[in-house]
Structures are given as structure tokens and as C-alpha cells.
């Protein structure tokens, strides 16, 4: 006979909820100790790796091996660094390089920083192939547009990381790269066909797979040559036929956010819940925006009904726990002993290394231009936010670029800045005369306000250095600097090259 009063606790189990604050809340604790498997960290939870250790100490105590999981790509999108930027180049950037050894002594470096403040599961590498340039949530954090590249970055990543006893997930199965919607916002389509499938998207997961990862996360994406149907969090087909039987995958799967547009506009959270469970996943990523105690109530009470109806069956969710259990233990073994030592402020040498030797010059004629005179007057683009990165996070090439050469001065512009001005250019200008003039942009390529406003400034100005700090998909400008993410370190690695600070030789793009 079935024993329904064990439901709650299991489905408590494969939650992974986050919530509101830097300390544990009441809730949080009580979960914990109603079987709540994990718990999901976001940039709010952050304000110091040595505050992120008391809290994280605060959850062990109430659940020893609790799962303990964070969102840091070590790039752009960064939670742990959230307060002043990644110190460590992100994708692109260690695919621009493409040295597997040195992307695998990044993400140990990251790992032994993680662990040390008590986070056992990060929800990276991003695994995805950027087919498409235009892709609006993907770009920079991918390692590239070549799934053979894509592939070995993503097995060395995955053996750093979990070479320092966190575990790695590769994300957004299988494969968010060729799409121009954000699952944020709606479900995305990938019209590619099987063996279209087979030859870019699943490349990476596949090598993933074989590299032991120990997490993979689903993507809010409907691929109609896996299932017509259902998105690939609720397709049973996606996660347990194809991954599970014929990939022989054997670890955790967690889903998405399931909040997201992609899933939850159609289904609701509960109804996508449910449906997520019910086709192979283990444990449901959910707080990025609901992150509060009804919003797991709803879920766990939603997982209960579905089973006592019957249209989750009892044993797969059973089946769920026990994977969460799986990793629990594993990472609750791989970090007993380790280091404690907690990283400071200043961030990763060999990320700060990785990031100069990732950027890359273009110069028609760079003679008297590189390195700059003297202060310069560096404008920023600020394109609309990526939900994925965040609007939190600092970026940007002004604020060090000021550290080295004191007078330095910045300012950052929008689209709504330079709308409906009969001369977009003036308000870029505007301070720069005499001085070297540095135009920064993230994605000129996807947005035609900004590289309108880059070659109108360009007309009276040919002299201006262009800084990408997003995918180089489109250069502008006599000179142009690529860096391949918009991280602290990325930003670093460019202002010490304008200054001429820059100890490694940047590359030609």
C-alpha cells in the first residue's frame, strides 16, 4: 500500500525554492527540516563570499546536506560576484582562447571559491552552441557558435568545477542557442531538424554526459523535431527518452526556472510543476521571482494532489527524491575536509589572466591611438537588460579605465537618452574634445539605436576606439576591441590595454 503521508516530504524534496534576504528565513528552516532537498541563491542573497559562508552555515545546521545552488557562470551572469562583477572572463571569453586547460583551472579556481563559502550545486556551464548571433538571453554565454569547440569547453569546465567538489550542470537542454526569444518571456522555437539536431545542439550535452556532469538543466524550448508538443521541461520524450535512455544520463535533473514564461504562461507554476516531474525531472528551480513561502507551498501541494489523482505517479516522483539524495550525498562527501579559506574582494588572479588573454584587437590604422595619450572620455551603451545577467551587476570600461589614468571620465547612455535627437552624436561628444574619445557597446549588432549613434560619433571622430564587450558579431570604427563579456575583469583587461598597461600581447581578431 502506498503511504500518502510521506508525499509531502518527498515533494518537498525536489524543490529547490529561493528566497528574500541574506540571512535563512523562518520558513526556509522549518522546510529544511520537512525534507526540503535544496535551496536556489540569487544576487539578493549576496553581499559577501564571508556572508554567503554564515548563511549558507545557517542552512547546514538546520540540514547537513542540503543542496545548495547558485546561478554563477563566472561571466556575465554572476550571483557570487554580483556586488562588483566577475573577476573571471565568462564563456565567450575562454572559447575566444580555446586552451581547455586553462578554462578547466578557471572553473577549479571558481569551484575551490564556491565551496569554501558552502555552495555545493552551480547551475553552469552554459552548454549551449550561439548558432544564432541574434540569440537576445544566450550571446556571451556560450563559448561559442562551433559545438566541437562548445563541447570540449564545456568537459573541461565541468571537470574543474567538480574537480573542487561542487557539481556542475549543464544547461538549458537541449540546447536554447539557435533562438531570438527569451524563455523568460515566451517559449522559444528551435525548428532544426533531427539530424540538424544532432550535429550542433546535442553535441555538448552528449560530451557533457560522458564527462560525468552531475546536474543538467532543461531548457523552456519548444523542439518539434524531439516533440511537436510539449516543451522540452514537460516532454517526456526530451528528458527521459532522450536523455535518460539514449544518452544513458544517470544524474540530476533540475529544470529551468519554472516561473519562466516559456512554461508557466501555458501550464501555470503547479500545472508545469507537475507536468516537469511527471517527464523525468528531479528537482524544480523556482524563486527568481516568486520566492516566497506560498510559492512553495503551492508547488509542494501541487506535487501531493497530482500523485494522490494519479497523474503523477507515485514512483516516479519516489524515483526524483532519490536522485536528490544521490547528490546531496556526493557533494556533502566531495566537500567534507576542504579548504575554508574565503575569498576576498579582489577576485580571481587567473581569471584577471584569462580575461587579458582572451582580448583581441582590429586596427585599420592603430598607429598613435594604442595605447591612449592620456585621460580619456569613455561613453558606455547600455543596451535594454538581459533578465538572465541582471540590471545589478557592474560592467564597463570607465571606472578602471579611471584607476589608471586619474581623469578619466564616463558616462552612460541608453536609447531612450538619444531618442528623437536630431543628433544622436552630440550628447556622445559632448566632453570629449581633446581628449581620447572610447566608445563602449555590448551586442552593436543586435540593436540599430547603437551602432547608428557609434557611426554618426565615428563621422567626426574616426579616431574613437570601439570596446565590444558583447559577441563581436559586427565591428565599427578604425580601431576596435573585442573582449568577449562585459565581466569586471573583462572591463579590467581593456582599460589596461587602452592604457597600455596590458602585460600580454592582445590577439588579432
Same mark, same amino acid.
Given at each position: 500500500?502506498?503511504?500518502?503521508?510521506?508525499?509531502?516530504?518527498?515533494?518537498?524534496?525536489?524543490?529547490?525554492?529561493?528566497?528574500?534576504?541574506?540571512?535563512?528565513?523562518?520558513?526556509?528552516?522549518?522546510?529544511?527540516?520537512?525534507?526540503?532537498?535544496? =535551496?536556489?541563491?540569487?544576487?539578493?542573497?549576496?553581499?559577501?563570499?564571508?556572508?554567503?559562508?554564515?548563511?549558507?552555515?545557517?542552512?547546514?545546521?538546520?540540514?547537513? $546536506?542540503?543542496?545548495? !545552488?547558485?546561478?554563477?557562470?563566472?561571466?556575465?551572469?554572476?550571483?557570487?560576484?554580483?556586488?562588483?562583477?566577475?573577476?573571471?572572463?565568462?564563456?565567450?571569453?575562454?572559447?575566444?582562447?580555446?586552451?581547455?586547460?586553462?578554462?578547466?583551472?578557471?572553473?577549479? $579556481?571558481?569551484?575551490?571559491?564556491?565551496?569554501?563559502?558552502?555552495?555545493?550545486?552551480?547551475?553552469?556551464?552554459?552548454? $549551449? =552552441?550561439?548558432?544564432?548571433?541574434?540569440?537576445?538571453?544566450?550571446?556571451?554565454?556560450?563559448?561559442?557558435?562551433?559545438?566541437?569547440?562548445?563541447?570540449?569547453?564545456?568537459?573541461?569546465?565541468?571537470?574543474?568545477?567538480?574537480?573542487?567538489?561542487?557539481?556542475? +550542470?549543464?544547461?538549458?537542454?537541449?540546447?536554447?542557442?539557435?533562438?531570438?526569444?527569451?524563455?523568460?518571456?515566451?517559449?522559444?522555437?528551435?525548428?532544426?531538424?533531427?539530424?540538424?539536431?544532432?550535429?550542433?545542439?546535442?553535441?555538448?550535452?552528449?560530451?557533457?554526459?560522458?564527462?560525468?556532469?552531475?546536474?543538467?538543466?532543461?531548457?523552456?524550448?519548444?523542439?518539434?523535431?524531439?516533440?511537436?508538443?510539449?516543451?522540452?521541461?514537460?516532454?517526456?520524450?526530451?528528458?527521459?527518452?532522450?536523455?535518460?535512455?539514449?544518452?544513458?544520463?544517470?544524474?540530476?535533473?533540475?529544470?529551468?526556472?519554472?516561473?519562466?514564461?516559456?512554461?508557466?504562461?501555458?501550464?501555470?507554476?503547479? #500545472?508545469?510543476?507537475?507536468?516537469?516531474?511527471?517527464?523525468?525531472?528531479?528537482?524544480? +528551480?523556482?524563486?527568481?521571482?516568486?520566492?516566497?513561502?506560498?510559492?512553495?507551498?503551492?508547488?509542494?501541494?501541487?506535487?501531493?494532489?497530482?500523485?494522490?489523482?494519479?497523474?503523477?505517479?507515485?514512483?516516479?516522483?519516489?524515483?526524483?527524491?532519490?536522485?536528490?539524495?544521490?547528490?546531496?550525498?556526493?557533494?556533502?562527501?566531495?566537500?567534507?575536509?576542504?579548504?575554508?579559506?574565503?575569498? #576576498?574582494?579582489?577576485?580571481?588572479?587567473?581569471?584577471?589572466?584569462?580575461?587579458?588573454?582572451?582580448?583581441?584587437?582590429?586596427?585599420?590604422?592603430?598607429?598613435? =591611438?594604442?595605447?591612449?595619450?592620456?585621460? !580619456?572620455?569613455?561613453?558606455?551603451?547600455?543596451?535594454?537588460?538581459?533578465?538572465?545577467?541582471?540590471?545589478?551587476?557592474?560592467?564597463?570600461?570607465?571606472?578602471?579605465?579611471?584607476?589608471?589614468?586619474?581623469?578619466?571620465?564616463?558616462?552612460?547612455?541608453?536609447? $531612450?537618452?538619444?531618442?528623437?535627437?536630431?543628433?544622436?552624436?552630440?550628447?556622445?561628444?559632448?566632453?570629449?574634445?581633446?581628449?581620447?574619445?572610447?566608445?563602449?557597446?555590448?551586442?552593436?549588432?543586435?540593436?540599430?539605436?547603437?551602432?547608428?549613434?557609434?557611426?554618426?560619433?565615428?563621422?567626426?571622430?574616426?579616431?574613437?576606439?570601439?570596446?565590444?564587450? #558583447?559577441?563581436?558579431?559586427?565591428?565599427?570604427?578604425?580601431?576596435?576591441?573585442?573582449?568577449?563579456?562585459?565581466?569586471?575583469? +573583462?572591463?579590467?583587461?581593456?582599460?589596461?590595454?587602452?592604457?597600455?598597461?596590458? =602585460?600580454?600581447?592582445?590577439?588579432?581578431?
Amino acid at each position: 500500500m502506498p503511504n500518502h503521508g510521506e508525499l509531502p516530504e518527498l515533494a518537498a524534496t525536489v524543490l529547490q525554492p529561493g528566497f528574500v534576504g541574506t540571512t535563512t528565513p523562518d520558513w526556509v528552516c522549518r522546510w529544511l527540516g520537512e525534507g526540503l532537498g535544496g =535551496v536556489a541563491l540569487f544576487a539578493r542573497n549576496v553581499e559577501s563570499p564571508a556572508q554567503i559562508a554564515r548563511l549558507t552555515a545557517q542552512l547546514r545546521s538546520e540540514r547537513p $546536506d542540503v543542496i545548495i !545552488a547558485i546561478d554563477e557562470e563566472a561571466g556575465d551572469v554572476t550571483r557570487f560576484e554580483s556586488v562588483y562583477g566577475s573577476s573571471r572572463p565568462g564563456n565567450l571569453a575562454l572559447g575566444a582562447i580555446d586552451d581547455p586547460a586553462l578554462t578547466e583551472a578557471v572553473a577549479r $579556481d571558481l569551484g575551490a571559491d564556491l565551496a569554501a563559502a558552502g555552495i555545493t550545486l552551480d547551475y553552469a556551464p552554459d552548454t $549551449d =552552441v550561439n548558432s544564432n548571433p541574434d540569440n537576445p538571453v544566450i550571446g556571451v554565454r556560450a563559448f561559442g557558435a562551433e559545438p566541437d569547440l562548445v563541447a570540449r569547453q564545456s568537459v573541461a569546465w565541468i571537470r574543474g568545477l567538480q574537480a573542487a567538489g561542487v557539481a556542475a +550542470c549543464a544547461k538549458h537542454f537541449p540546447g536554447h542557442g539557435d533562438t531570438a526569444v527569451d524563455s523568460h518571456h515566451a517559449l522559444p522555437l528551435i525548428n532544426r531538424d533531427r539530424a540538424a539536431l544532432e550535429a550542433c545542439e546535442l553535441v555538448p550535452f552528449r560530451a557533457a554526459v560522458e564527462a560525468g556532469v552531475r546536474a543538467v538543466m532543461t531548457g523552456h524550448l519548444l523542439v518539434p523535431a524531439l516533440d511537436p508538443d510539449l516543451p522540452a521541461t514537460l516532454s517526456r520524450r526530451i528528458l527521459t527518452d532522450l536523455l535518460r535512455v539514449e544518452m544513458g544520463y544517470t544524474g540530476l535533473i533540475v529544470t529551468d526556472a519554472i516561473e519562466m514564461q516559456g512554461v508557466s504562461r501555458k501550464y501555470g507554476l503547479g #500545472g508545469a510543476t507537475v507536468r516537469a516531474i511527471a517527464a523525468g525531472a528531479d528537482a524544480i +528551480c523556482v524563486g527568481g521571482e516568486h520566492a516566497d513561502e506560498q510559492t512553495a507551498i503551492r508547488l509542494r501541494d501541487a506535487i501531493v494532489q497530482a500523485v494522490r489523482t494519479g497523474e503523477l505517479p507515485e514512483e516516479r516522483l519516489r524515483d526524483a527524491a532519490a536522485r536528490v539524495r544521490e547528490l546531496s550525498t556526493w557533494t556533502h562527501q566531495q566537500q567534507a575536509g576542504r579548504s575554508s579559506k574565503i575569498p #576576498g574582494a579582489e577576485g580571481s588572479p587567473v581569471g584577471f589572466d584569462a580575461a587579458r588573454r582572451a582580448v583581441r584587437v582590429t586596427a585599420t590604422d592603430a598607429d598613435g =591611438v594604442l595605447p591612449i595619450a592620456g585621460p !580619456a572620455h569613455v561613453v558606455e551603451f547600455a543596451p535594454p537588460r538581459n533578465i538572465a545577467i541582471g540590471a545589478e551587476t557592474p560592467w564597463g570600461v570607465g571606472a578602471p579605465l579611471d584607476d589608471l589614468l586619474p581623469g578619466t571620465t564616463s558616462v552612460r547612455l541608453t536609447a $531612450d537618452d538619444l531618442a528623437g535627437l536630431p543628433d544622436p552624436a552630440a550628447p556622445v561628444l559632448a566632453g570629449a574634445t581633446g581628449r581620447p574619445l572610447v566608445l563602449v557597446a555590448r551586442d552593436v549588432h543586435r540593436h540599430p539605436w547603437l551602432a547608428d549613434a557609434i557611426e554618426r560619433v565615428l563621422e567626426v571622430r574616426p579616431d574613437a576606439i570601439v570596446v565590444e564587450m #558583447g559577441v563581436p558579431a559586427r565591428m565599427l570604427g578604425g580601431v576596435h576591441i573585442a573582449t568577449f563579456g562585459a565581466t569586471r575583469a +573583462c572591463g579590467q583587461a581593456a582599460a589596461e590595454l587602452l592604457a597600455g598597461t596590458n =602585460v600580454r600581447q592582445p590577439l588579432a581578431a
